[in-house]
Each structure stands twice: as C-alpha cells, then as structure tokens.
C-alpha cells in the first residue's frame, strides 16, 4: 500500500499537522514527515514533488500558514493528490492561508480541508487511498464504515443525553 507524504513549510506547523499523522494511524496507514517550504528551499521542494510518486507515496499532505504556497506549487510539479491544510497563524487566523490555498488555478488541484483540519485532511487521505484496488484499500474501506458507524452512534448517544437532561 503506498504512503502519505506529510509536508509542511515549518517545523512551527507541526503543532497542526501532528493531527493527519493521528488519523492515519488510527488506520493502520503509513507515512513520512517532512519539512520544505516553496519559499526558503524552492529547489528542495520542487525535488520532492517531483520525485515523491517514485517513492511510494500515493496521496500528498501539504500544510502551510500565511502566503500558503507550498501545497499549490506541490500540485504543480506532482501527478499525486494533493490535500492543503491552512494552518492558523497568530495574524489572520488562518484565512490568509485557507484562501491561497483554496484560490488554485484551473487545471492544478489543491483539494483544501477547512483551516486547522489536518485530522479531516487525514481521513481524506485515508479514503483516497481506500479508494483503490486490492486487500489493503479493501481493509482501509471496511474500517472506514466502521469509523462513521461509530461517529453516527456517538452522535446520537449526544443527542439522547441531551435530551434526557432538558426534559
Ligand atoms: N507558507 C509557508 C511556506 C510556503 O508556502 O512555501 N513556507 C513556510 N511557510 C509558512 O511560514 C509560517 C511561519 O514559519 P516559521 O514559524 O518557521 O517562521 C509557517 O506556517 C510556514 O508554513
């Protein structure tokens, strides 16, 4: 089964993208963790989205905060998905790097998850790469319906508490 390529522009993103790698583990899929900004090492990151389809890696997770280049100019060298999370600064909150993020071109795709939404954006790649043929995306599949099964049944659980103490 192939990988996911976590990247972020900062090791300061880690306190975000710690959360995609949580997801992913919660599904028995594995990933690597890197840094390289299209800012401060343009070369660098160039090199990995070129090469990271060779490298086993099946979907791409991009993290970045303010002028949030990285995850576009990723999907622009790469034939992999590639998933931007906007990560929350301390000016902004977050919008400046949702609408870089969001604002791509046509023809280059960044599917964007909301701001702060690494663990979404690890879930999505869970289900990209369950998406695919084989036992592996099969299993990640069948645990992927357990999972909403289980959201649906705590959510109800919720409501039912709720309700049970209004009325
Ligand atoms: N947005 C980018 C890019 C890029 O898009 O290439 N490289 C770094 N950064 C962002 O700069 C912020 C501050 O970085 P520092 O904390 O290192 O100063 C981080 O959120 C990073 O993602």
Redesign the pocket.
């Known amino acids: 089964m192939a990988k996911v390529g976590i990247v ?6 880690w306190r975000v993208m710690h959360e995609v790698g949580e997801a992913l583990d919660e599904f028995g899929i594995e990933y690597v963790v890197g840094v390289v ?4 090492m343009p070369e660098e ?1 160039i090199a990995y989205g070129k090469t990271a389809h060779e490298k086993g890696i099946g979907v791409i997770v991009a ?8 995850p576009g ?1 990723l999907a622009a060298v790469t034939p992999l998905p590639v998933i931007g999370v906007p ?1 929350p ?1 301390k000016y902004l909150d977050g919008m400046d ?1 949702l609408l870089s993020i969001v604002q791509m071109p046509a023809g280059v795709p960044v599917a964007t998850v909301s701001i702060g939404g690494a663990r979404n954006a690890g879930l999505l790649a869970a289900r990209i790469l369950g998406a695919s043929e084989g036992v592996e995306a099969e299993r990640i599949r069948k645990q992927m319906l357990e999972f909403q099964a289980d959201l649906k049944r705590i959510a109800q659980e919720k409501g039912e508490r709720l309700k049970e103490n209004l009325n």
Do not use: E, I
Not at 8 to 13: E, F, I, K, P, V
Not at 37 to 40: G, L, T, V, Y
């Open positions: 972020m522009g900062s090791d300061s993103d900004s299209a800012h401060r990151m993290g970045a905060g303010g002028a949030a280049h990285l100019m990560v600064l790097s």
